[in-house]
């Protein structure tokens, strides 16, 4: 089924970002694997929202012939992610900004090394 | 401006409120520090009134409802459509309660910051994120919609994490701030995954409809996984506890005592999705069970854990998670009972115990946080060692501690007593063991205060240091006020706060009504 | 960077950022809006950030400066949501249906775009432009200084 690649395609970009956030130490890839998974959810929502055929749900110069709505993707699920993504900029900006800093304390992205914390 | 008016739209305001100062603090930080100061805290007191006008109202019997952009706030579903589309605000008794303990804590911390954060730098950000962390639990205490939710959680993580990390000069401030994002991003896309399962089946992000329309698939089933999953990790219970000892210990003390409140507005999540999605036709006792396993894990692994530490931050952080499983417990042995019909009122005596814990170990857990804030403020030291005798100079700090140490452990005239007692009782119903386990947990941390308070007050006088000024004392004065005010009326506060909030919790028929019914 | 890329970041610059002035401004009639439009924005001032460096580009905007054009662009988004309660009935209600000012209604179904429609919405979009614009060119601005190395 074609239609339903793209949620075989959300599984295994699931899986690969919690294993590079799990199994990897630098925390650069952390911030890799994170922003992966994230795509996989917008990817996830976005898909939620397509119909076969659709054009998108914007009435400037909306060619004739398309149904009012049917013709139509659903515009919440793009709506939530447009808000998602911005949201994951801003957590990955502060993310990376978190890393410089780690890496000018401790000499290390490594996450094995960074744990002064750790009694 | 009459009240009316006022009250009609106070849920829009208080959420209003301080994000419009939160984006006014950089322009007001440039006329002077007085004025950056007396705005903040103009700002957090209103908002108190607010909360408190509000919630005199709620308690009252009338939840409120608003929606956002509508020709009259009150029609929750356009004339044109069947289902509610704009974002709408649910004021029940339980949102309206978590509301105020959040606005309590940020004014206490708010007065408290004034001299704390004294010669740090960055001091207009510093109060732009403490009223954005506002912004967001007060955002998730009063939504009524998932997605709303969902936001309201992102703008709460990105505000800890950068105060969290405040004092950024020190690695572990920024190790600490690090581990938080890592596992708040991860729960917050959970979060986000099950919004989009549930979206999926049913079209709807409300809540209210949710819970009318929801099925109880499979898909549904995974959705709560996910969401109870996320919300358990962002409320610090075991077994993914392990950021909470690190965060608190390193932010400033201000922050740990609203990252306190933070995490709970997480655990009303938990419990919101638990009860009012959800409701009780899911099979309860399930989920009871599971509230109650993570509930006494977080109570045992928290506190054997505290016992050790040496720091005296990360020890009253591991009481933090002990004091979250009783929460859990609470809640957990209501969600059991009440799906045996024959316990019915010892369920909701079990959950007014454990809601009633919720506000109790904001307040003396916030307490906790300002002393020890105030010691590290005197002796730029958080190891318990290289304390001591400070009880002959910090005298009224030293009473606010003990006030908050015999809270914490449940003795009688403060407010811990009244609340723990409703959980052991309750507890008592499910099985004995629950209740001798939660009252051992409760000795051992009395006996884990006792060890803090001899080594930091008692003992000959080492330090010469003077008391901490003014401000700080204030803020603490704050929160001491509620747990004396708690512990000598508990029978009051239960009845007429904490018990429409637990039946506004269990009863999610009304809650629903509220949205779509009316 | 060599002169070459200095001279052409200069020249298409107020083309970006025109650009990005009409994906802000079209925001209610064809794809994107604010963040996008201040994605693109913002982006310009990346460029410049890499052409001439950093500590170039900071002598023209500072952080300071680029927060409180942030800071306003999130308080014209409250404002206007707070008018709406104050003037109108709820928070964010669209108060300008029917004003001279983005007023228009524009027809049902397919139309070739009337920019001066949408209510509230361009302006918020241009309030969401403006925060996006300052917020995400201090990050990257800051990071830049961070990273030391220039040139």
């Keep these: 089924m074609i239609y339903s690649i793209p949620f075989y395609t959300v599984i295994i970009l699931i899986l690969v970002g919690m294993y590079a956030m799990i199994f990897r130490r630098n925390l650069i890839k952390m911030a890799i694997g994170l922003t992966i998974v994230e795509s996989a959810v917008n990817l996830f929502l976005v898909t939620l929202g397509y119909r076969e055929g659709g054009v998108a749900p914007i009435y400037t110069n909306l060619p004739s012939g398309i149904k009012i709505p049917e013709g139509m993707v659903l515009p919440v699920p793009q709506a939530l992610t447009l808000t998602s993504i911005v949201i994951g900029v801003a957590i990955l900006a502060l993310m990376l900004s978190l890393s410089i800093m780690i890496y000018r304390h401790y000499g290390t992205l490594d996450s094995k090394k960074v744990r002064r914390l750790k009694e | 401006m009459n009240t009316d008016w006022l009250l009609q739209h106070s849920p829009a305001l208080i959420i209003a409120l301080p994000l419009l100062a939160a984006f006014l603090m950089p322009v007001v930080d440039r006329i002077s520090r007085k004025a950056r100061n007396v705005f903040a805290i103009i700002v957090l007191i209103v908002e108190e009134i607010l909360v408190l006008f509000l919630a005199y109202d709620v308690f009252g019997g009338n939840p409120h409802i608003y929606t956002m952009g509508a020709a009259n706030p009150l029609t929750t579903v356009p004339a044109q459509a069947a289902v509610p589309i704009r974002i709408v605000l649910e004021v029940d008794a339980m949102g309206i309660f978590m509301a105020m303990i959040s606005a309590t804590v940020c004014l206490a911390a708010g007065i408290y910051s004034l001299a704390f954060i004294e010669e740090e730098k960055g001091k207009g950000k510093y109060y732009t994120l403490l009223l954005l962390i506002l912004v967001g639990m007060l955002g998730m205490e009063l939504t009524g919609d998932m997605f709303n939710l969902f936001v309201f959680l992102e703008v709460l993580t990105i505000a800890c994490t950068a105060l969290i990390a405040y004092r950024s000069n020190t690695g572990d401030a920024v190790e600490g701030a690090f581990k938080f994002l890592i596992i708040s991003s991860i729960a917050a896309l959970f979060v986000l995954f099950a919004i989009a399962l549930l979206y999926a089946q049913y079209d709807l992000l409300n809540m209210a409809a ?309 | 960077m060599t002169p070459v890329v200095r001279t052409i970041a200069a020249l298409i610059f107020p083309f970006i950022i025109i650009f990005s002035f009409y994906v802000i401004m079209h925001g209610h009639l064809t794809p994107g809006g604010g963040f996008q439009g201040g994605a693109i924005g913002a982006s310009a001032i990346v460029m410049l950030i890499v052409a001439y460096g950093a500590r170039n580009v900071k002598k023209k905007a500072k952080e300071e400066s680029l927060s409180i054009f942030e800071s306003i662009g999130g308080l014209v988004f409250v404002i206007v949501g707070i008018i709406g309660f104050v003037a109108a009935s709820s928070f964010l209600y669209n108060f300008l249906v029917g004003e001279p000012l983005f007023g228009t209604i524009p027809p049902f179904g397919s139309n070739p775009g009337i920019l001066n429609s949408g209510g509230i919405l361009p302006i918020l979009n241009i309030a969401v432009g403006m925060k996006v614009i300052g917020g995400l060119a201090s990050v990257v601005l800051v990071m830049a200084l961070a990273g030391g190395d220039e040139e």
């Design chain 2, 210 to 518: 949710l819970a009318s329309a929801i099925q109880y698939s499979n898909l549904d089933k995974i959705a709560l996984v996910l969401l109870v999953a996320a919300f358990a990790m962002k409320c610090g219970s075991v077994p993914m506890h392990f950021w909470t000892p690190d965060a608190y210990s390193v932010a400033p003390a201000s922050i740990t005592a609203i990252l306190v409140a933070a995490s709970q507005a997480s655990l009303y999540a938990l419990f919101r999705v638990c009860f009012s999605l959800y409701g009780v036709t899911l099979n309860l006792s399930t989920i009871g069970g599971a509230l109650i396993i993570f509930g006494l894990l977080s109570m045992f692994v928290g506190v054997t854990m505290a016992l050790p530490q040496k720091d005296i931050k990360r020890l009253m952080a591991y009481h933090a998670i002990s004091q979250t499983g009783y929460m859990l417990l609470g809640v957990g042995v209501g969600l059991y009972l009440l799906a045996k019909p024959e316990f019915s009122t010892y369920g909701i005596k079990a959950m007014e115990g454990g809601i009633f814990h919720i506000i109790n170990h904001a307040m003396y857990k916030g307490l906790l946080f300002l002393t020890s804030g105030a010691i590290f403020y005197r002796l730029k030291t958080r190891n318990l060692n290289e304390m001591g005798g400070l009880g002959h100079s910090m005298k009224w700090t030293a009473i606010f501690f003990i006030i908050g140490a015999l809270a914490i452990a449940g003795i009688p005239p403060f407010n811990g007593f009244a609340s723990k007692l409703l959980i052991y009782e309750a507890a008592y119903k499910v099985s004995p063991i629950l209740s001798i386990i939660a009252m051992l947990v409760s000795i051992l941390t009395l006996a884990s205060f006792v060890k803090v308070f001899h080594s930091a007050f008692m003992g000959p006088k080492i330090y010469d240091v003077e008391e901490v000024p003014k401000s700080m004392l204030a803020g603490m004065a704050v929160l001491t006020f509620v747990i004396i005010l708690f512990g000598l009326f508990p029978g009051w506060v239960v009845g007429n706060i904490v018990h429409p909030a637990a039946q506004a919790l269990a009863d999610q028929a009304a809650y629903i009504q509220a949205v779509i019914g009316g």
